[in-house]
């Protein structure tokens, strides 16, 4: 596989941060990780990693772990109620990552003395090969709309990687397997993975919340500032939804429809938050969406 492109070459540089949440690896219920007797401590590293990459494109701020699980709770309260958000106890994402692990393979091509491990087969004495595949869903975390399906694969081989009598103690740690074929495929699949996020990710505009408004000095509070890359100076556009679109028969959101409600300049900007007043526009309410504009 061609080497992936630095993220920057790829796609030019972006100041303004989206938030996103990324969701535990989705195992599938499969016998994959299992039969390697990978420990559960790997597929939490797994997950670090993916999302350690995210941060590391300086595209996005990567919510922590809790957040994630707060948005979906909130998720779970919209759909049960009449469809009102239930806000104000978590900093809400833009989007959701859902990865799912969809091949995660060791196989030994070539001949050679090899290991045997019991209930897998003989790996080892030829050359070890691996393989990783990631499906990615990428979903707007206000709408439940699906942006983007991908899917990310990897691989590696080795001719000198052996098991060392069985496969648990060959994965006693995360680096060991880090070096291992099936740690290099996974690395890969990820990095690949992370491409395409980014690529999808780039296409939808950016976009924060009106916190407060106030009637009086026509003052404006964001719920994004320095933190996401928002500066004095910036220029952004309110939309307002006007019609949520739900499926008739399972009450699933198919969409949403904005109208424009005016526009806003940054005057001062602190990390968690920024301060504008009103370029064009009235009557702006808390939850207003906030978009830059294209």
């Known amino acids: 596989m061609a080497a992936v492109a630095p993220l920057h070459a790829q796609t030019g540089e972006k100041r ?6 990324v969701a535990p690896m989705d195992w599938g219920g499969s016998d994959r990780i299992d039969n390697w007797m990978v420990p559960v401590q790997f597929r939490d590293a797994i997950n670090e990693k993916l999302a350690k990459r995210l941060l590391d494109t300086g595209r996005f701020v990567v919510l922590e772990r809790e957040a994630m699980e707060a948005i979906q709770q909130e998720k779970a309260i919209k759909e ?3 469809g009102t958000s239930q806000r104000g106890t978590i900093v809400p994402a833009q989007a959701l990552v859902r990865p799912k692990m969809i091949d995660f393979t060791l196989a030994r091509r070539g001949t050679g003395a090899g290991v045997n491990i019991g209930g897998i087969g003989r790996i ?4 070890a090969e691996a393989q990783c595949g990631i499906n990615v869903r990428i979903f707007n975390v206000d709408t439940s709309e699906l942006i983007a399906a991908e899917e990310a694969a990897g691989k590696a081989s080795s001719s000198s990687f052996q098991f060392s009598g069985n496969n648990r ?3 006693a740690d995360f680096a060991t397997f880090e070096k291992s074929p099936l740690g290099s495929a996974v690395s890969k699949a990820i990095d690949v993975a992370v491409h395409k996020i980014v690529l999808n990710l780039d296409k939808q505009p950016w976009s924060a919340r009106v916190a407060d408004y106030d009637e009086e000095s026509k003052e404006i509070t964001l719920n994004a500032g320095s933190d996401l890359g928002v500066r004095v100076g910036d220029v952004f556009e309110v939309m307002r939804v006007s019609r949520t679109i739900k ?3 399972t009450g699933e959101i198919l ?3 904005t109208a424009r ?3 806003l300049k940054v005057i001062e900007v602190e990390k968690k938050l920024a301060i504008a007043v009103v370029v064009e526009g009235e009557g702006f309410k808390p939850g207003d969406i906030v978009r830059e504009t294209r």
């Open 124 to 127: 080892g004495g030829g050359v």
């Open 169 to 171: 103690v060959a994965f």
């Open 247 to 249: 499926d008739p028969e």
């Open 16 to 21: 303004l941060k989206m938030r996103i949440a």
């Open 80 to 82: 049960e109620n009449t």
């Open 261 to 263: 409600a005016g526009s």
């Open 255 to 257: 969409g949403v429809r």
